[in-house]
């Protein structure tokens, strides 16, 4: 058993299998402890994140918002979720010896170099895309991606399908290999 | 109690998805440039178990779903947008904390992103309420409503489309 948990890596389908077993089981416990079931998702604490950092500078502004009222800026399940999603990673990281600070991808490396701050506005400019676009479909690869078509919905799969073809076609542009 | 159960859930929702690789970069951009299936195998070898086990348990009644709102035009605009900040980031929102976990603190650059991203759209939703979000809206709908049909039918269907295409990743060995 121990040796399991020390090692490296874990095939995708074994990993992926027993996240499908967590989600089923999440769900039955949240139905009986709290008041409504809780499914995977992690986008809606991006917004609840950005409501509490906003209403330190304008309070009025955030109580003010259609969004932000709909989606009720406070600490919840969700965001306790996304917490210990990085607890999680870091001890598994830890316990199998994968824990690496690197400083820039070396697949991004590779096509364009190793400056830092060409990577991180990339990131910036990508990571503010994907959330605006995560929240207008309603849910990201783990609410609809994996919440969504474990449920068989149809909004889940439509995500999925577009997530995976505006994905991909960026990919082949931005990573193309010049001859 | 609420936020306990979250994070426990979480903890071990991050310790698989770190054993199964899926927040490296290049296994993320990897599946996109469609030369390393990891991400898709763990993705849908969990929704191959999960939609079993959440209809058995619907079944059983334990437990009652919760589905998404089909908006065609806001499942599709924002899919693609999301895709494309995808393949620039190189994660999505959950994987993005995960990698930060595993100790790639580059991604610190867009998690900010992410969180400014956030911040707009409160601001755009008024607008795109009234726009986007009003296009082709079919309600909470699963498979099953939609083909007046078994939900084990469609379980079965979805079963044999990711079998065929787990076979097909390890016959050409991606």
């Known amino acids: 058993m121990n040796a399991m948990f020390s090692k490296a890596v874990w095939s995708p389908y074994v990993a992926g299998a027993l996240v499908g077993i967590l989600a089923a089981i999440a769900v039955v416990v949240s139905t009986n402890v709290l008041p409504k079931p809780k499914y995977l998702g992690t986008s809606t604490t991006f917004v609840r994140i950005a409501g509490l950092i906003e209403k330190q500078f304008a309070a009025e502004h955030v109580a003010g918002n259609e969004y932000f009222k709909a989606k009720k800026v406070k600490i919840d399940w969700q965001m306790m979720l996304v917490a210990g999603i990085f607890l999680g990673a870091l001890l598994s990281s830890l316990i199998g010896k994968t824990f690496n600070t690197e400083k820039v991808p070396s697949m991004w490396a590779e096509f364009y170099g190793k400056n830092r701050l060409v990577r991180a506005g990339a990131a910036f400019i990508g990571g503010f895309i994907a959330l605006f676009g995560v929240r207008l479909a309603g849910g990201c690869p783990s609410g609809h991606g994996l919440s969504g078509t474990m449920q068989l919905a149809v909004s889940g799969l439509i995500a999925m399908v577009f997530f995976l073809a ?3 076609l960026t990919a082949g542009i931005v990573y193309k290999r010049r001859k | 109690m609420e936020l306990f159960l ?3 859930t979480g903890i071990l929702f991050g310790f698989l998805l770190q054993k199964g690789q ?3 970069f290049e296994k993320q951009v990897g599946f996109l440039r469609l030369k390393d299936m990891t991400i898709i195998k763990f993705m849908l070898s969990a929704v191959l178990v999960g ?4 209809y058995l348990f619907k079944d059983l009644g334990i437990i009652s779903l919760k589905i998404k709102a089909t908006h065609i ?3 599709t605009l924002g899919g693609l947008l999301f895709g494309i900040g995808w393949a620039i980031f190189g994660y999505c929102p959950g994987t993005a904390i995960g990698a930060l976990g595993e100790g790639r603190w ?3 650059w867009g998690v900010v992103g992410m969180l400014a991203g956030a911040a707009a759209y409160a601001e755009a939703y008024p607008f795109l309420k009234t726009t986007v979000l009003s296009w082709g809206s079919y309600g909470k709908i699963t498979f099953a409503e939609l083909l007046h049909v078994n939900h084990w039918l469609i379980i079965t269907v979805f079963a044999f489309i990711i079998t065929g295409l787990f076979w097909l990743f390890e016959k050409k060995r991606i």
Do not use: N, P, S, Y
Request: hydrophobic fraction near 55%.
């Open chain 1, 166 to 168: 505006g994905g991909i």
């Open chain 2, 6 to 8: 979250g994070v426990c």
């Open chain 2, 22 to 24: 899926v927040l490296r």
């Open chain 2, 51 to 54: 939609m079993v086990g959440i």
């Open chain 2, 73 to 75: 035009g806001a499942q």
């Open chain 2, 106 to 108: 580059h991604v610190l």
